[in-house]
């Protein structure tokens, strides 16, 4: 197997790692609770945005890695 498969399958489990962590970040961080028919939003703006930033790179990374293998 060459080199160059071996380091594209890595960076795609890699993604899928750093995706499922920022699924859990950005649901963690997002939480509404409705009291008396109101709607209160208590959510970590910061968390939220980390998650996503998580899940930015695990599609790079993924994209990175179909790209590698088939090279």
């Known amino acids: 197997m ?3 498969k071996i380091i594209g399958i890595l960076l795609i489990v890699f993604s899928i790692y750093l995706g499922y962590i920022g699924i859990n970040k950005v649901s963690n961080n997002t939480n509404e609770v409705n009291f008396l028919g109101l709607e209160i939003d208590a959510s970590n703006e910061s968390g939220q945005t980390e998650g996503l930033v998580y899940l930015g790179l695990a599609g790079a990374l993924f994209i990175g890695g179909i ?3 088939k090279k």
């Open 2 to 4: 060459k080199t160059a």
């Open 67 to 69: 790209y590698t293998i």
